[in-house]
């Protein structure tokens, strides 16, 4: 271990992975070294028994859940935008030959008590009973607005600058009203509270376009697919990856201690009284608790199911989100759930998680309307834990932290965070105009 590397990457979670594997690609020395044994830090995903040893301590799952091995149950479970930049990520990396996709049956929207299908374009939201016959139509000229969008062709702006005009004001002008604002901003953008409504409506109109063409992809019912076995395949492929190009992994190694040099630099990483020497260090945010600050909690719940979730056309696979105004909240709510189809579960069993940013210490109470709409549960746990960002310099430190997962059941924010620390490790953009057809044997 007594070597000299570029990059220190700390902790298996799959934003670790992911840089590890882009860094090694760029032809960085980088070691990775995790103390736990198992790949995916937080992002890790369990079989049955695994499950049980870290909700129920010593208690055995009943027999009538099925064979432990046939669960893969993801601890931040998140489904993957099918035009998105993971996508991007995982072609420009050839990540894709480790990986089979399958897309997602199902993406709706709590509005008013009830689950609809989310409307993504101008036909499907003449159909859609979220609204009325005038607002069907005043929602469809805003969708062709929408598709027709160009950013570097002015003649698609009709007059308005995105990148000045606030998404307030460029809804203004179609007349809708707060329902399907509320549709459109959190279940087609994905915004998890209402801040984007004050902001530049450019951000909101490319989350939409990339809804559309993520879900005219596979001509499905949702935008999304997910990893057969489920998300712990992540992790692991971008491992191999970095092996490819010469990266070094070691896992189950106790105590890594950053060291620092008196000008408060890094300089190494020491585990069981070595210390491998590194410019950089990347880790999440455990590793370097004195340079991250707490800036929420999630609270979630994992349900095991004999069944879909009601109301969603049995869709095998689906993400419902619960706008916060429909909840009288401050931050969304989200609903995921898949099963024996993507083989995270055996035959005839499904896995949902309800998933919001914690507003009491009490995941049951602060859950319900989520937990309402899953219906009839064999088991079911709760959970609570603490979100934190860095709040560290790394221009003076060379420490690169990664945020906590957020409470969202989809990738953009994830991605997002990997690519802003990838630019600030290496100092380049990382170029994700790829041909996306590329992924499309992996998917099918």
Same mark, same amino acid.
């Given at each position: 271990?007594?070597?000299?590397?570029?990059?220190?990457?700390?902790?298996?979670?799959?934003?670790?992975?992911?840089?590890?594997?882009?860094?090694?690609?760029?032809?960085?020395?980088?070691?990775?070294?995790?103390?736990?044994?198992?790949?995916?830090?937080?992002?890790?995903?369990?079989?049955?028994?695994?499950?049980?040893?870290?909700?129920?301590?010593?208690?055995?799952?009943?027999?009538?859940?099925?064979?432990?091995?046939?669960?893969?149950?993801?601890?931040?479970?998140?489904?993957?935008?099918?035009?998105?930049?993971?996508?991007?990520?995982?072609?420009?990396?050839?990540?894709?030959?480790?990986?089979?996709?399958? @897309?997602?049956?199902?993406?709706?929207?709590?509005?008013?008590?009830?689950?609809?299908?989310?409307?993504?374009?101008?036909?499907?939201?003449?159909?859609?009973?979220?609204?009325?016959?005038?607002?069907?139509?005043?929602?469809?000229?805003?969708?062709?607005?929408?598709?027709?969008?160009?950013?570097?062709?002015?003649?698609?702006?009709?007059?308005?600058?995105?990148?000045?005009?606030?998404?307030?004001?460029? %809804?203004?002008?179609?007349?809708?009203?707060?329902?399907?604002?509320?549709?459109?901003?959190?279940?087609?953008?994905?915004?998890?509270?209402?801040?984007?409504?004050?902001?530049?409506?450019?951000?909101?109109?490319?989350?939409?376009?990339?809804?559309?063409?993520?879900?005219?992809?596979?001509?499905?019912?949702?935008?999304?697919?997910?990893?057969?076995?489920?998300?712990?395949?992540?992790?692991? @492929?971008?491992?191999?990856?970095?092996?490819?190009?010469?990266?070094?992994?070691?896992?189950?190694?106790?105590?890594?201690?950053?060291?620092?040099?008196?000008?408060?630099?890094?300089?190494?990483?020491?585990?069981?009284?070595?210390?491998?020497?590194?410019?950089?260090?990347? $880790?999440?945010?455990?590793?370097?608790?004195?340079?991250?600050?707490?800036?929420?909690?999630?609270?979630?719940? %994992? @349900?095991?199911?004999?069944?879909?979730?009601?109301?969603?056309?049995?869709?095998?696979?689906?993400?419902?989100?619960?706008?916060?105004?429909?909840?009288?909240?401050?931050?969304?709510?989200?609903?995921?759930? $898949?099963?024996?189809?993507?083989?995270?579960?055996?035959?005839?069993?499904?896995?949902?998680?309800?998933?919001?940013?914690?507003?009491?210490?009490?995941?049951?109470?602060?859950?319900?309307?989520?937990?309402?709409?899953?219906?009839?549960?064999?088991?079911?746990?709760?959970?609570?834990?603490?979100?934190?960002?860095?709040?560290?310099?790394?221009?003076?430190?060379?420490?690169?932290?990664?945020?906590?997962?957020?409470?969202?059941?989809?990738?953009?924010?994830?991605?997002?965070?990997?690519?802003?620390?990838?630019?600030?490790?290496?100092?380049?953009?990382?170029?994700?105009?790829?041909?996306?057809?590329?992924?499309?044997?992996?998917?099918?």
């Amino acid at each position: 271990m007594d070597e000299e590397y570029d990059v220190i990457v700390l902790g298996t979670g799959l934003k670790e992975c992911i840089l590890s594997g882009l860094l090694s690609v760029d032809g960085l020395k980088v070691l990775h070294m995790d103390r736990n044994d198992y790949y995916g830090g937080e992002s890790t995903s369990l079989n049955l028994i695994q499950l049980w040893k870290r909700f129920r301590g010593d208690d055995k799952p009943p027999p009538h859940l099925g064979a432990s091995r046939d669960y893969n149950i993801d601890m931040n479970p998140k489904f993957i935008m099918a035009n998105g930049n993971l996508v991007r990520v995982l072609i420009h990396t050839d990540v894709t030959k480790y990986l089979y996709f399958k @897309a997602v049956d199902g993406s709706y929207v709590f509005n008013k008590g009830k689950v609809h299908k989310v409307p993504a374009n101008d036909m499907e939201a003449l159909k859609s009973p979220l609204m009325g016959l005038f607002e069907k139509r005043r929602a469809r000229k805003f969708f062709i607005y929408v598709q027709n969008y160009n950013e570097s062709d002015p003649k698609t702006h009709e007059g308005m600058d995105l990148t000045r005009v606030t998404t307030k004001e460029l %809804i203004a002008k179609y007349g809708l009203d707060d329902n399907t604002i509320d549709f459109i901003g959190h279940a087609l953008a994905l915004h998890s509270d209402d801040r984007y409504l004050a902001e530049p409506a450019l951000d909101t109109v490319k989350r939409m376009k990339l809804y559309a063409e993520s879900l005219a992809r596979f001509q499905g019912g949702s935008p999304y697919i997910y990893p057969l076995y489920g998300l712990g395949e992540l992790p692991q @492929a971008f491992a191999r990856l970095s092996a490819v190009y010469g990266g070094t992994y070691m896992l189950n190694k106790p105590e890594c201690k950053v060291e620092f040099d008196e000008e408060g630099k890094v300089v190494g990483v020491t585990s069981e009284g070595e210390t491998a020497k590194c410019k950089k260090v990347v $880790c999440d945010p455990s590793y370097l608790p004195g340079k991250v600050r707490k800036v929420g909690r999630v609270a979630r719940a %994992i @349900a095991i199911m004999s069944h879909p979730i009601p109301s969603t056309d049995d869709s095998h696979s689906v993400q419902i989100i619960l706008p916060q105004k429909q909840l009288g909240r401050k931050s969304d709510m989200y609903l995921f759930c $898949c099963s024996y189809t993507h083989n995270v579960a055996p035959k005839g069993k499904f896995i949902a998680f309800v998933s919001t940013e914690a507003e009491t210490d009490q995941p049951a109470i602060g859950l319900k309307p989520g937990i309402d709409l899953l219906g009839p549960v064999d088991e079911i746990f709760f959970d609570i834990y603490d979100r934190y960002e860095p709040v560290n310099e790394p221009t003076l430190d060379n420490c690169f932290i990664s945020t906590s997962y957020d409470a969202t059941t989809h990738f953009e924010s994830t991605v997002d965070d990997v690519l802003n620390m990838y630019t600030l490790i290496t100092g380049k953009v990382i170029d994700l105009s790829v041909d996306l057809s590329a992924a499309s044997a992996a998917e099918e």
